[in-house]
């Protein structure tokens, strides 16, 4: 069973301050996205990686994708209270499904 | 461009009674559906996927039912809810050919009472 953890689980920062969320699975998959929502709303598609050690730039936040394309990273650079949101990583599962990650929930204070 | 749209938004069904969610999506044809359900805060399960019209694929076994009538039209049943079954149920749809963009409805908060 194809399993995507992700880590940490909460997150409560200060404006300024840099963060990562990690996107860790034991399975190799061919892409990984990743999306933030916001509460009340579908989840809106931030980007995708889809080749081993690819790094992606999003104005503040850089994307990267393990080597093994058995993980993935988001670095976000200087925090906002926008950025405020559930973060989750997604890969897909064979035969057009997805596999979601279990969610890191973030929260920058003015 | 692509519009998806679910309604209700929200819904309030006592235990035992019928629910029919519907998904529609504008500007696209032939697209991957799925419907999925999502527990506050958390993750998202995949409940159904459907590649064409009529074609349905279960991930879940559960009182839950869907149906593709038409190509960008998917509605998600159930002839008699249970009380687990709350939660935000979301539709979203993917390009035919492609994993690698999925795209969200807004979502319908169920709360079974």
């Known amino acids: 069973t194809q399993l995507l953890e992700q880590s940490p689980q909460f997150l409560s920062i200060q404006e300024g301050e840099n963060l990562t969320v990690y996107c860790n699975s034991s399975?190799?998959?061919?892409?990984l996205q990743w999306y933030r929502q916001e509460p009340g709303e579908g989840p809106v598609l931030l980007v995708t990686?889809?080749?081993?050690?690819e790094v992606k730039k999003l104005k503040r936040l850089t994307f990267q994708f393990g080597d093994a394309r058995k993980d993935s990273s988001l670095h976000i650079t200087a925090a906002q209270p926008g950025d405020t949101g559930l973060y989750l990583c997604?890969?897909?599962?064979?035969?057009?499904?997805?596999?979601f990650g279990t969610g890191t929930r973030l929260k920058v204070l003015a | 461009s692509q519009t998806i749209h679910q309604w209700p938004a929200t819904l309030v069904q006592p235990v035992g009674s019928p629910l029919s969610l519907e998904c529609t999506v504008e500007?696209?044809?032939?697209?991957?559906l799925y419907w999925y359900r999502q527990a506050a805060g958390r993750g998202l399960q995949l409940l159904f996927y459907?590649?064409?019209?009529?074609?349905i694929s279960s991930e879940v076994p559960q009182n839950l039912s869907a149906s593709r009538p038409q190509d960008r039209q998917f509605i998600l049943s159930s002839k008699k809810l249970l009380l687990s079954d709350s939660g935000f149920y979301l539709c979203a749809w993917t390009p035919g050919q492609t994993l690698y963009e999925q795209y969200f409805g807004p979502g319908t908060r169920l709360t079974v009472t």
């Open positions: 997604a890969g897909d599962g064979g035969t057009y499904k997805y596999i």
């Open positions: 459907s590649v064409g019209i009529g074609q």
């Open positions: 399975s190799v998959f061919s892409s």
């Open positions: 990686v889809v080749t081993g050690g």
């Open positions: 500007g696209t044809s032939n697209p991957n």
